[in-house]
């Protein structure tokens, strides 16, 4: 079975896509209209896309998974042991700080970060695809080990000496004025895009979600795919880990707490269904906009931040809801 291709156009259309796309704008024409000379500012624009960065990272390798029917609740964690992992073995290099160390030694520490988040994408991809356990069970407790294990090697203590080299180039460098940051996120993001919406690992993922025996039964390998796919999520969450170290010039164990529901959050405000089988990683950037916008607008408008978690959440449920209606409004048909 090779589900039928569709044109850019028809996916927005057919999916909440192209609503949550007008939700974006219409919470970004409304910010703007109550403080223009604040809002629809170049700083605040630069501010707002590298804060969104890290977390589009993570939601490209969610969106994947999500449209396999699954869930993925460990990438936070896995960010935070990637990090960890990746700054502890450039100080080691370095003999024990690895500041002014060279791009030999942050070389390294990128392999690190992303064959630790990809040992971890590989051992839920097992759990989940092998011994058939639950995806939410699973990444529930690799979220608990993961961030755990990021504890115990690091002492409970944020690991710093990040090169400088490291953080002045990707953390704050620019790049004909875009920050180098965003150009890294939106490298993945496009790659993501052509690998789901172009491939035939695009076509498989979406057939797997839609329907995982039919796939089966025509000879998509489900099993290796579905572990591909969860390394693919834990490869991204390892560099986006390795990011964050960048930006923030030190390998965090806290203030990651929420950043897997936010990708999720993201993902399904895109129009990824969490039943499988629907999204994109367009959809996604759009999803992940939309808190962003909220809390940078918040701030500015002088609004009690603490709303726009319940603004995010109110437009979460509604996405969900419209979801589930279109679905039954189709299987009417």
Do not use: C
Request: proline share 2%; hydrophobic share 55%.
């Amino acid at each position: 079975m090779t589900p039928q291709r569709k044109s850019l156009g028809k996916r927005l259309v057919g999916t909440n896509t192209l609503w949550i796309a007008l939700v974006l704008l219409l919470l970004i024409a409304v910010f703007g209209a109550l403080r223009p000379d604040a809002v629809l500012s170049v700083f605040t624009l630069q501010t707002t896309l590298v804060e969104t960065a890290v977390l589009l990272v993570l939601a490209v390798g969610m969106t994947f998974v999500i449209i396999t029917s699954g869930i993925d609740l460990s990438v936070g964690s896995v960010l935070v042991f990637s990090g960890v992992t990746s700054a502890m073995t450039m100080n080691a290099l370095s003999g024990g700080d690895a500041t002014d160390a060279g791009w030999g030694v942050v070389v390294v520490g990128l392999l690190v970060a992303l064959v630790s988040g990809a040992a971890w994408g590989l051992l839920n991809g097992l759990l989940i695809a092998k011994a058939g356990i639950p995806p939410l069970i699973v990444t529930l407790g690799s979220f608990g080990a993961a961030l755990g294990a990021g504890q115990l090697i690091s002492n409970g203590s944020n690991v710093s000496g990040v090169p400088n080299v490291l953080s002045d180039n990707l953390g704050t460098g620019t790049t004909f004025g875009i920050p180098n940051l965003v150009i890294l996120a939106a490298v993945v993001t496009a790659l993501g895009a052509l690998l789901l919406g172009t491939t035939r690992f695009g076509r498989h993922t979406y057939a797997i979600g839609s329907n995982e025996e039919a796939a089966r039964r025509v000879g998509i390998g489900v099993t290796r795919h579905l572990m591909t796919v969860y390394l693919l999520a834990g490869v991204l969450a390892g560099l986006a880990g390795f990011m964050a170290m960048a930006y923030f010039r030190v390998a965090s164990v806290t203030g990651h707490d929420t950043d897997n529901l936010n990708a999720i959050a993201g993902v399904v405000l895109g129009g990824t269904s969490l039943f499988g089988g629907a999204g994109s990683i367009v959809g996604s950037i759009f999803g992940v906009f939309i808190p962003a916008v909220l809390r940078k607008g918040f701030v500015i408008v002088g609004v009690n931040v603490y709303w726009q978690p319940i603004a995010v959440a109110i437009v979460l449920v509604a996405a969900v809801w419209f979801d589930q209606s279109r679905r039954r409004a189709r299987d009417r048909n």
